[in-house]
């Protein structure tokens, strides 16, 4: 799926996404997460290993984002992206993903992770299987 500019550009404006993750009786899991791009995957990095979040990707790779946007669309709806994926787990390279997005999230002289030696943890990586959603990108 080719991710639009207009897309792209929400992604990367620091707006938090809402990743869904299925828990092992099905159930959803939400939690937010810091967002960016990596191509045309969608990335966030992870420190602690035992997230539930991580265990449920490990089990069933199915996700679902969603990130709200700031402009208003005809008739009157706020721009919201839902992208439906898969995620893969990629052993290392969080705290430097969590800095790259920490000077989007909160500002460009923040240290983040704010510990000497973070742990290498891990960056969720999704593929983009469907976009949905009211925006540029569902139009058509």
Known sequence: VELLPEARGLIESGALGHLV????????????????????????GH???NQQKLKNVRRDPRVTLSIEGVKVQPPGLKQYLVVHGRARLEPGG????L????????GPDVKF???DNPPPG???????DR?????PWSEG
Do not use: F, K
């Not at 976009?131 to 925006?135: A, E, L, T």
């Open 21 to 44: 993750t299925l828990n092992a009786d099905g159930s959803p899991q939400v939690t937010c997460v810091w967002v960016g791009l990596d191509g045309d995957e969608i990335v966030s």
């Open 131 to 135: 976009i949905g959603g009211v925006g």
């Open 113 to 115: 992770p704010p510990m």
């Open 99 to 106: 800095q790259r997005l920490a000077n989007v999230y909160l």
């Open 122 to 128: 891990t960056v969720l990586r999704i593929e983009i």
């Open 94 to 97: 969080a705290p430097e993903l």
């Open 47 to 49: 420190l602690p290993e």
